[in-house]
């Protein structure tokens, strides 16, 4: 794999690919003073620092000394009406609101942003206030002529210290964040695989002075059944970039529309979480509202190496309310009455996304815990 990096970077483990190319990136946080979204450098490992960066709100905080990881991953649909009242939906859903609701994930992944959606995350308040970003404003201002959406993610403040690329911290057993990049890899739409390694306390591996390297990829694989298909491929570089790791998962929407894109994952040596957790279970993730011109299917995978699968689940996109609901208490003209009538009855009930999101979660592979 072709490496432009910075000199920060330089310990990264990464394969040689001769069609794969890696682009480091920053981490952003937000500034409250400033109103932006700031690069964030993690600490240098060599040194003890407390992270000012952290949510002083220490009653939300994850357990950082664990080794558990949980992600979300959802596909949230650039072409659907109202993305921000959708994109809402699928935040509010995610931060475990209710007292019997999940607690918030460690780690986001989003698919298929659109510039509109990524412009609302990024003005969110609870995504301000508790995560580091792989986006800025530059980001919605800076897309190429013609691109319509890209690939997101998000690590929880709660959970994620301010490390560095060496993963410690001057010895801490923290969870830490580590360098984010994008590997260009061989694909008939400008996709790419977006890349990050944190850093999970492990006791047992000896690794990084109380840690352990793993890397997360989130990807949204070409689209369509064109042949010669460029998924295997896609698939197999980021395969080896979990390998070059040690441990890590790949997440997202796989898009297997041919035959042989139902094995990508075992054909690359990686767990495909869902039918090892989950045997004989169709888990569709898209399509199982009927709408579509294709049949429902398993879009969106968790694979995984290295790592104990525990849990996994299809999260179902709920539905908006509609306009009119959202009109009731309010008087309207009898020109407004009427216009309102007739989108009443042009409006088709609107889910956040036409993707299902997978909740999964793993721990570190010890004697305890072998790999699924």
Not at 42 to 55: F, K
Request: net charge negative; proline share 7%.
């Amino acid at each position: 794999m072709i490496n432009r990096f910075s000199p920060w970077w330089h310990d990264v483990p990464l394969p040689s690919e001769p069609d794969a190319q890696a682009l480091f990136l920053s981490w952003y946080t937000f500034d409250e003073s400033a109103q932006c979204w700031n690069k964030h450098m993690p600490a240098n490992p060599d040194t003890n620092s407390n992270d000012s960066t952290r949510p002083s709100d220490s009653a939300g905080n994850a357990d950082t000394t664990s080794s558990e990881l949980t992600l979300v991953t959802w596909n949230v649909d650039a072409f659907g009406a109202r993305p921000e009242d959708r994109m809402a939906a699928i935040i509010s859903t995610l931060q475990g609101q209710g007292a019997t609701a999940a607690a918030a994930p460690d780690v986001l992944f989003f698919q298929e942003v659109s510039r509109a959606m990524l412009q609302f995350l990024l003005n969110d308040a609870w995504i301000r206030g508790r995560w580091y970003s792989s986006e800025s404003g530059a980001s919605v201002t800076g897309w190429p002529r013609g691109q319509q959406f890209t690939t997101a993610t998000f690590l929880s403040r709660d959970r994620f210290t301010n490390g560095g690329c060496g993963g410690g911290g001057g010895g801490s057993s923290s969870s830490s964040i580590g360098p984010i990049w994008r590997t260009k890899y061989p694909s008939r739409f400008g996709r790419d695989a977006l890349c990050c390694d944190v850093f999970l306390p492990s006791s047992s591996s000896g690794r990084r002075e109380g840690t352990t390297r793993v890397r997360l990829v989130n990807v949204h694989l070409d689209s369509l059944p064109i042949q010669p298909s460029k998924r295997p491929r896609q698939v197999a570089i980021v395969a080896n970039m979990l390998r070059g790791a040690g441990r890590g998962l790949v997440a997202g929407d796989f898009n297997p529309v041919l035959p042989e894109d139902d094995t990508l994952l075992v054909d690359s040596r990686l767990v495909d979480v869902w039918t090892a957790l989950h045997p004989g279970e169709e888990g569709f993730t898209w399509g199982i509202d009927g709408q579509q011109p294709f049949p429902a299917g398993r879009l969106d995978k968790v694979g995984v190496v290295g790592l104990q699968a525990t849990a996994i689940e299809v999260l179902h996109p709920g539905v908006l309310p509609s306009s009119r609901e959202n009109d009731e208490g309010e008087t309207a003209s009898e020109e407004q009455s009427e216009q309102r009538k007739q989108r009443d009855e042009d409006e088709q009930p609107l889910p956040w996304s036409d993707h299902s999101g997978l909740r999964f979660s793993c721990a570190l592979v010890d004697a305890q815990h072998p790999q699924v």
